[in-house]
């Protein structure tokens, strides 16, 4: 009893560090934070300041006065910036802490396969400087099958495929551990880069990432599907003719074109995997089917163009924005029961 108030009062929490997005996951409540993963830094003095963190810094991209960078510390599913992350990741775990609380926090953050143990050091080390009592990693995509519901500890084979802001993880699950995993750079944030260049190329216009990602949501398309009603969507950008604003109208098929390369190497990396999977483990996939989770899973005839490529049924987690941190946060919950789960402190 004494064990289970400590545990409430200390805020155990499971962090779900994305590219895109930082998740919170406290023990016993649930997502408590979903914030961007951006911090606004002011150099004053020649010395660097953190000026916002999350929502607040997500506003600036693109709109600061000299002096202040919006900076996301995370690129490509690895740390781009060690220390902006650290103060991320320590801004994020005292928003949340209890500071009333009389113990300090257990944590669990989800990590990439691909890291390096430098890279995990740092995120251990972060977690540890901002309160933790304890720290332990989880590789995202056990986190993303746990959280989609999938049977991680059982002697069977499971195949998810993670598609984050930065990278698309896909990797082969068994007995409470990954059998094969191959990361993918290819994610939201290069879908939003393949729209950018693909308007600046084909309609002369000049738009921002806010906008491209806006684009992605409501009508980005993996394929169009024949004999489909075609949507098409107004964008407003900068002219780099006459460099005057300017807007044009955009279709979903223009979209799929622009997406194509992205999603062609998703589905090459999931390719890849299966072509590496023993064949007992690959018999069970079959059976079972690929799930995807992550952002990038929302994008529309995504699955079935992966499903196409493969021969594979594939299907879209039920909640895929919040697998990864459900995951996470069911590790917390259920420590001693998928402990074989965490990866080993370095």
Not at 280 to 297: C, F, K
Request: with cysteine; hydrophobic share 45%.
């Amino acid at each position: 009893m004494f064990s289970r108030l400590l545990g409430y009062l200390s805020a155990d929490m499971a962090i779900d560090l994305g590219t895109a997005n930082t998740l919170v996951y406290v023990k016993g409540r649930g997502i408590v934070l979903n914030e961007p993963s951006v911090v606004a830094i002011a150099n004053r003095d020649g010395r660097q300041h953190v000026l916002a963190v999350g929502e607040e810094a997500k506003m600036m991209v693109g709109r600061t006065p000299g002096g202040i960078q919006a900076i996301r510390p995370l690129r490509d599913g690895v740390i781009a910036d060690f220390e902006v992350a650290q103060e991320m990741i320590k801004h994020f775990i005292r928003k949340v802490h209890n500071r009333r609380s009389f113990a300090a926090p257990q944590i669990i953050i989800c990590v990439p396969s691909g890291s390096t143990p430098v890279e995990r050091r740092a995120i251990q080390d972060a977690a540890e400087s901002a309160g933790g009592r304890r720290v332990f990693l989880i590789e995202e995509p056990m986190a993303a099958a746990i959280g989609a519901g999938m049977p991680v500890t059982e002697p069977t084979g499971s195949m998810v495929v993670d598609i984050g802001g930065g990278t698309t993880e896909v990797a082969v699950l068994s007995l409470g551990g990954i059998v094969y995993a191959t990361s993918v750079r290819a994610g939201g944030d290069k879908m939003d880069e393949s729209i950018i260049n693909y308007i600046r190329r084909t309609h002369n216009l000049l738009i921002g990432e806010a906008t491209a990602e806006k684009i992605k949501k409501t009508i980005g398309s993996a394929v169009v599907m024949p004999n489909s009603k075609e949507s098409v969507l107004a964008i407003k950008g900068r002219s780099l003719v006459n460099g005057i604003p300017k807007e044009i109208e955009v279709s979903q098929k223009q979209i799929a074109d622009a997406l194509s390369e992205v999603v062609a190497a998703i589905a090459g990396g999931v390719k890849t995997a299966l072509e590496c999977t023993a064949p007992e483990l690959a018999a069970d996939i079959v059976d079972r089917g690929i799930v995807m989770t992550g952002g990038g899973a929302l994008l529309k005839n995504l699955d079935k163009v992966i499903s196409d490529a493969t021969d594979v049924p594939v299907f879209v987690a039920e909640n895929p924005l919040n697998c990864v941190v459900l995951g996470t946060g069911r590790a917390l919950e259920e420590m001693e029961a998928l402990r074989t789960v965490l990866v080993n402190s370095y």
